[in-house]
């Protein structure tokens, strides 16, 4: 067991354990700072809730509890609504489900789940039992869920069949996963498979969620390095401070408001404000099931009369290439504000919005590691666009040199932040070292290079890692290479990610094939399902350049900057360590 001295903490096994001292100074401050009329007793809150009974529980004491919470739409356009009182009273009999099963507080239980009702009760209710609550893409490939769910120890997964078959095949690399839960399948005890429908139905309705200190762990998202494995963050019940904090203070949520945030809950979006922030304001979301299709999107916005609209800037720049007369044919009067996140706005994005839209597009910046909104513009604050606008109160970031000495205005560095906000990270599961990297001096060393100008406004400028952003997807060029490592015809592999104008970057893989093979469509066809079903389809390579041999320094690693160099056609700089 050892303490953690920046957020309080007792880190043992995948238990995070109060230590009694964590309400305090953080969270008053956030909260007071912000000037907020929030809608509860936040010390009361703090003391007895968790986030699942915030969002639930608490709203129905409220006398919310037959006011809808969600208007589920699935892919063919039938609409289910559910209330607060339905979130509450599903998600307590789920919660009921994995209590009988024996999973109890600290446990990791993953949901692996498209966008579904099933997806949130699932995470609510888990996070009433006090177990951590991981959320997978359901797009991931077996290398992806092997690497999860094997760091993580997870003991269950919810799932449905379409998606199990990818479990099924790494199941005995996984020792600790017990229970599979299939939303459509039947039981098969043999193989430890349980039918969603039959145990749901014979759960209680009620279900006792103990007190939960703020620094009981809460949500556990993998994010992606430029070297080794995915890393497990770990999240804690009093992010709900920040969380709830920033969706009334950034996205300006009210209780009448209609929000739609198109973020699937595998990402850290999709959970802190495509579940938390909202509704423990109380607010009704609406939650599509269907892909993206610029016409449905404008009559969704349209007809379900969405207030305030949450999106990724790849979705936005994709809008830009549609047809005009699908917008300006759209009732669009009852939006009032449009939000972006997960990667940086590009200015004309912002111009085609106010020409077609006639609304700004206001950017947001976090991370998995922050949890919550720590830089925005928002209504009030004048856009600069490009800008990532300046930091939500109770947040101080800071521009640092790499050995900790604070650059002046208009000088790239290190975007920092002040260690300490509540719903800061508290750990990467299983890897304390590499956490402990990332804080240096009490400040959150945070991976982006950016620069502050002389009015405040924050600008972000690139990664300081090799790590690709791919639509607003944080892609590890070294798990692309391990899946690509594994195909038959390659001998050795550099991924890169290179500046797109839709996907922000796209992902370029250099090829080596062994020397009895010669560059085929076929090969590139077997190339792109292997990464795609290994790793996920977004780390599949928008190109493959074939080339004789793969830069690498005296000690083997890939040069993954001479590659970039090569391809962009600039210099490539000293060259010296390159393996003769």
């Known amino acids: 067991m050892q303490y953690n001295a920046v957020n309080g903490v007792y880190i043992t096994r995948h238990v995070v354990i109060n230590d009694g001292n964590l309400v305090g100074a953080n969270i008053v401050s956030i909260l007071s700072s912000s000037m907020l009329t929030l809608p509860i007793n936040w010390t009361e809150l703090i003391m007895n809730y968790n986030i699942a009974s915030c969002c639930t529980k608490a709203q129905c004491q409220r006398g919310l509890s037959k006011k809808n919470a969600m208007r589920?739409?699935?892919?063919?356009?039938t609409r289910t609504d559910y209330t607060f009182g339905d979130l509450e009273m599903q998600s307590n009999k789920f919660a009921n489900v994995l209590t009988d099963l024996g999973i109890v507080a600290g446990d990791v239980f993953f949901t692996f789940l498209p966008k579904m009702p099933e997806q949130f009760f699932a995470f609510l209710g888990t996070l009433k039992t006090q177990a951590v609550c991981g959320t997978?893409?359901?797009?991931?490939?077996?290398?992806?869920?092997?690497?999860?769910?094997?760091?993580?120890g997870a003991v269950g997964i919810v799932t449905r069949k379409s998606l199990y078959k990818k479990v099924a095949r790494i199941r005995d690399q996984l020792p600790a996963l017990k229970y599979i839960i299939l939303v459509d399948g039947e039981d098969d005890?043999?193989?430890?498979?349980i039918s969603y429908v039959r145990i749901m139905a014979e759960a209680a309705f009620e279900f006792e969620v103990q007190p939960t200190a703020p620094g009981t762990p809460s949500v556990l998202h993998y994010t992606s390095g430029s070297t080794g494995k995915p890393k497990g963050v770990l999240h804690r019940h009093g992010s709900l401070t920040s969380q709830v904090a920033t969706a009334q203070g950034v996205l300006g949520l009210k209780e009448d408001d209609i929000y739609w945030c198109t973020a699937d809950q595998g990402w850290v979006t999709g959970t802190s404000y495509g579940i938390i922030g909202p509704w423990s304001l109380g607010v009704t979301q609406v939650h599509y099931g269907g892909g993206y299709d610029a016409q449905t999107w404008m009559n969704l916005i349209a007809q379900e009369k969405i207030t305030v609209w949450y999106s990724a800037p790849t979705a936005l720049r994709m809008l830009m290439r549609e047809e005009e007369s699908i917008f300006t044919s759209a009732n669009l009067s009852c939006l009032r504000d449009i939000y972006s996140v997960g990667e940086p706005l590009n200015p004309e994005v912002i111009s085609w919005s106010r020409r077609v839209l006639k609304h700004d597009i206001f950017d947001t910046w976090f991370q998995t590691e922050t949890g919550a909104i720590m830089i925005s513009n928002r209504p009030g604050l004048e856009i600069r666009p490009g800008s990532m606008g300046k930091p939500f109160e109770g947040i101080e970031p800071a521009i640092l040199a790499d050995d900790g000495t604070p650059l002046p205005e208009g000088e790239q560095g290190n975007l920092c932040l002040k260690a300490g906000w509540p719903s800061m990270f508290v750990t990467y599961l299983n890897n304390?070292?590499?956490?402990?990297?990332?804080?240096?001096d009490g400040w959150y060393y945070t991976g982006d290079t950016a620069r502050k100008d002389s009015d405040g406004y924050y600008w972000f400028m690139g990664r300081s890692d090799d790590v690709i952003n791919t639509a607003g997807h944080l892609i590890s060029p070294f798990e692309v290479e391990s899946a690509l490592l594994e195909v038959e015809e390659v001998a050795e592999s550099g991924v890169i990610g290179a500046p797109d104008d839709l996907l922000f970057e796209k992902i370029v893989a250099f090829i080596q094939l062994h020397e009895r093979y010669q560059p085929t469509k076929d090969i590139e066809i077997k190339i792109r399902l292997h990464v795609s079903n290994k790793a996920s389809s977004i780390a599949t390579p928008q190109e493959l350049i074939f080339c004789d041999s793969i830069p690498k320094n005296k000690s083997g690693k890939i040069m993954r900057r001479v590659l970039k160099a090569r391809y962009m056609g600039t210099d490539a700089g000293d060259t010296s360590t390159l393996e003769i």
């Open 72 to 77: 589920w739409i699935d892919p063919h356009g």
């Open 136 to 152: 997978l893409f359901y797009n991931f490939g077996e290398d992806a869920l092997l690497d999860r769910l094997g760091d993580s």
């Open 189 to 193: 005890p043999l193989n430890g498979v």
């Open 432 to 440: 304390e070292s590499a956490y402990k990297s990332k804080i240096k």
